[in-house]
Structures are given as structure tokens and as C-alpha cells.
């Protein structure tokens, strides 16, 4: 099993920037690892995700040229660099493990969230 931890979540004003961190218990080197997002009342969005050793990227458009993903596996942790936030970015932001290669990873593991809050 893979235990994950998210911090770096809170709130900001819009145009503001947030880097989101997950702590993995295991070798990121080896999985698909991803961000996703849920609003109160809506669906959970997929945001971005990177493929086992980097080969590949996804981003969902509305982020697409504001969020970065990236991992470093010497610390066996996941990032998400968010830029030029917006109100609507407002969410619970987990990070998640599992297999396969973006954009079409199955998850397997995932974290307890961190809170992201945009004001305008």
C-alpha cells in the first residue's frame, strides 16, 4: 500500500500562487501520480497528472499554462505549482497513486486533501 500526504493548501487572493506537496511511503519512481479537485455540490475534476519516471504529462484545460506538475523522486514527492489562481480554483486538492500513464493512470491510493481557497 501506498500511504500519502498532501500539505501546502490555504487561502489566497485571486492572481495569488500556492505550491501543493504529497509525501510519498513509496518509490514515486514506480507509479502514475496525479492531483484532482472537488468542489461542495460538484463533481471531482482530474487537474493534472505525471507518468513513472516523467515520460508524460496531463492537464485539464481550465488549468493548462498556470499549474505544473512535477515529482521529485529522490524525495518521493509530488508537487503542484499553481499560478494566477482564480475563484473558481477553490476546491479540496488530493493526490492520488497508480498505474498506468497519463492520461489514462487507474489510482489505487489516495491522500486526505488540502484545502485551497481563492477570494476575488
Known amino acids: 500500500q501506498v500511504q500519502l500526504q498532501e500539505s501546502g493548501g490555504g487561502s489566497v487572493q485571486s492572481g495569488g500562487s500556492l505550491k501543493l506537496s504529497c509525501a510519498a511511503s513509496?518509490?514515486?519512481?514506480?507509479?502514475?501520480m496525479g492531483w484532482f479537485r472537488q468542489a461542495p455540490g460538484k463533481e471531482r475534476e482530474k487537474v493534472a497528472l505525471?507518468?513513472?519516471?516523467?515520460?508524460?504529462?496531463y492537464y485539464i484545460d481550465s488549468v493548462e499554462g498556470r499549474f505544473t506538475i512535477s515529482v521529485d523522486n529522490a524525495k518521493n514527492t509530488l508537487y503542484l505549482q499553481m499560478n494566477n489562481l482564480k475563484p473558481e480554483d477553490t476546491a479540496m486538492y488530493s493526490c492520488?497513486?497508480?498505474?498506468?500513464?497519463?492520461?489514462?493512470?487507474?489510482?489505487?491510493?489516495w491522500g486526505q486533501g488540502t484545502q485551497v481557497t481563492v477570494s476575488s
Open positions: 492520488a497513486a497508480g498505474r498506468g500513464y497519463a492520461p489514462y493512470c487507474l489510482f489505487d491510493y
Open positions: 513509496e518509490y514515486t519512481r514506480h507509479y502514475c
Open positions: 505525471i507518468s513513472p519516471g516523467s515520460s508524460s504529462t
